[in-house]
């Protein structure tokens, strides 16, 4: 996570120093110190951070007390010492101001009440360290310890008497999808918890939504939308996907968790985790590279051979457990760094595919048709169902797409024409220049 703010801080003379600590720019914000610490106040208030308030609300007071130090030093500050303090006042800013995924009802509250506190515990030990390295002045607002112990505590308890009586707050909440979601999360929270029973085992792979925390949008398709995120200071990818009100729907949505969940393969997105109340979602690892389309531009053919050989082990590994991948292109080939600064191809979306076989949906609806028809498989574009040789079939697309930089047929052909040329002539691309006898040969 902190890689993400690292950026924001340049490299500095050490005897820098600056005199208006009041107009200095947090330049990821654009934002002056005083305006975000504003905004925070604010953040800090709205209705949806009502229950938990006492615990962002001595962050707050904490950073304020800082800055009113800076602010009213005599001399000049250090410009490092700023730095420092804007980070932490940017990570706090970021946190308050990423939608939390989940209901807003008081069990979604008291069951995300100790996520909350937990990552405000980080905040007060940097406050604490950035103290201990400054001349800043040690106010009682700063003693921190006794308070936070107490609230947790409270939290606890509170809990506790939620977890034991739970229909008494149940029955507040007026939908069934919103009490089934808070079922889910009050089961999660008892996990563990001495003198609670557990009614019911929940998925291994089951997430609660107070734990994700949803920041930039990336797309939109007909499954849902696609956000970068942060669950448990990791950054990760969110699906959410749009789902039909329907038993049978929820089924499959936990079937394929349960099966994408299982799979463990280096060229295989990892699925970290995912819900299956309220609006399920899924969460798994980022692409730190991009698609693979964009990853392999102006990349050497010795390379481009290596990512191509990931994504048929991958593809692979999903035929070996009886995985149709149903909409391999470019797009959803993804390639990530290895902590050892490797990079690797990986399927992505082979997991989605409950959002396109929906109890109610045709096989091939208008996006599963035309949005990616360059790859598909004659028969699919007929309106079969996606199998295993048409898996193959895409790959050969993708190859294509690696090797030439472009669309499968190009990227000048009008659609209609590449429609005509499947379909009626049963034909396939002709040879690209760029590929020699042996490459064209595999294809």
């Known amino acids: 996570m902190l890689a993400r703010f690292s950026a924001t801080k340049q490299p500095s003379d050490t005897s820098a120093t600056i005199e208006d600590v009041n107009g200095y720019t947090i330049q990821t914000l654009g934002m002056t110190l005083d305006a975000t610490l504003q905004e925070i106040d604010q953040l800090c208030s709205e209705p949806h951070y009502d229950s938990f308030e006492n615990v962002n609300r001595p962050v707050y007071d904490r950073i304020m007390d800082v800055y009113q130090q800076l602010r009213d030093s005599s001399g000049p500050v250090s410009m490092d010492l700023l730095e420092s303090f804007s980070l932490i006042v940017l990570r706090f800013f970021d946190m308050l101001d990423r939608r939390v995924l989940g209901g807003t009802s008081v069990v979604a509250s008291i069951c995300a009440s100790g996520t909350v506190a937990g990552r405000n515990y980080s905040f007060h030990h940097d406050i604490d360290a950035l103290l201990r390295t400054s001349s800043l002045q040690t106010a009682p607002v700063h ?29 507040q909440i007026s939908t069934e999808k919103d009490r089934s979601e808070a079922v889910a999360m009050m089961q999660f929270a008892a996990t563990g ?23 930039k949008h990336i797309a939109d398709g007909s499954f849902g939308a696609v956000y970068e995120g942060e669950w448990l200071d990791t950054d990760v990818v969110v699906k959410q996907v749009l789902l039909a009100s329907s038993d049978e729907n929820g089924e499959q949505f936990r079937h394929e968790a349960d099966l994408w969940f299982s799979l463990n393969h280096p060229n295989l997105i990892k699925l970290y985790g995912a819900c299956h109340q309220g609006r399920p979602f899924f969460v798994c690892e980022p692409a730190s590279r991009g698609t693979l389309a964009s990853y392999l531009k102006d990349k050497d053919r010795r390379l481009i051979w290596f990512a191509i050989s990931d994504v048929a082990l991958g593809l692979q590994h999903l035929h070996d457990h009886g995985i149709i991948h149903g909409d391999l292109k470019g797009n959803n080939i993804l390639v990530c760094d290895s902590s050892e600064g490797i990079s690797t191809a990986k399927l992505a979306d082979f997991g989605l595919s ?90």
């Not at 001495?194 to 792979?205: F, I, K, M, Y």
């Open 193 to 215: 918890l001495a003198g609670v029973e557990d009614t019911e085992d929940l998925p291994l792979w089951f997430i609660p939504p107070y734990q994700v925390q949803l920041g």
């Open 354 to 443: 409950i959002a396109t076989n929906q109890v109610g949906t045709p096989a091939n609806d208008e996006y599963d048709t035309l949005g990616a028809f360059r790859w598909k498989a004659p028969e699919c574009l007929l309106g079969g169902r996606p199998t295993f040789a048409s898996d193959i079939y895409s790959l050969g697309m993708c190859i294509v797409e690696a090797i030439t930089g472009q669309y499968p047929w190009g990227d000048t052909l009008p659609d209609s024409v590449v429609v005509r040329n499947v379909i009626e002539n049963k034909s396939l691309p002709s040879r690209p220049e760029c590929m020699n006898d042996l490459e064209w040969q595999l294809l």
């Open 143 to 171: 003693n921190w310890q006794e308070t936070w112990k107490e609230t947790r505590h409270r939290q606890s308890n509170t809990l506790k008497s939620y977890l034991e009586e739970p229909e008494l707050f149940l029955t």
